[in-house]
């Protein structure tokens, strides 16, 4: 698939696209006119990568699991998993504190 209709098809950009490419997300082939060409189970990996950029990974982190998401996770693999699910849990907290605070401030005025 060219990259236009792998992009509209994981609801994304083919900006975007190029962006996971740069940071080792994904290696389209290429034509020999340079085009980008993609697989169809491509379209599922993206969705994945942007829910994970959605809950706050960044493209390393995501890198790092890379392996995981093929069924081979070293141990390594699932600590840092581990580590970045505890790191959201914290954020998690911290916002629903600080949404409480609002409300009490709300509830005041």
């Given at each position: 698939?060219?990259?236009?209709?792998?992009?509209?098809?994981?609801?994304?950009?083919?900006?975007?696209?190029?962006?996971?490419?740069?940071?080792?997300?994904?290696?389209?082939?290429?034509?020999?006119?340079?085009?980008?060409?993609?697989?169809?189970?491509?379209?599922?990996?993206?969705?994945?990568?942007?829910?994970?950029?959605?809950?706050?990974?960044?493209?390393?982190?995501?890198?790092?699991?890379?392996?995981?998401?093929?069924?081979?996770?070293?141990s390594d693999t699932?600590?840092?998993?581990?580590?970045?699910?505890?790191k959201l849990l914290?954020?998690?907290?911290?916002?629903e504190a600080t949404?409480?605070?609002?409300?009490?401030?709300?509830?005041?005025?």
């Open positions: 698939m060219s990259i236009g209709e792998t992009a509209r098809r994981a609801g994304s950009s083919p900006r975007a696209l190029r962006y996971y490419e740069e940071q080792g997300l994904l290696a389209p082939t290429r034509t020999e006119g340079g085009q980008r060409r993609y697989q169809a189970d491509t379209v599922e990996r993206i969705i994945l990568y942007r829910r994970l950029i959605d809950a706050g990974l960044g493209t390393e982190v995501i890198r790092e699991l890379l392996p995981c998401m093929n069924g081979s996770a070293s699932v600590a840092t998993l581990q580590r970045e699910h505890k914290a954020q998690a907290r911290e916002l949404a409480g605070r609002l409300e009490s401030i709300l509830e005041s005025l």
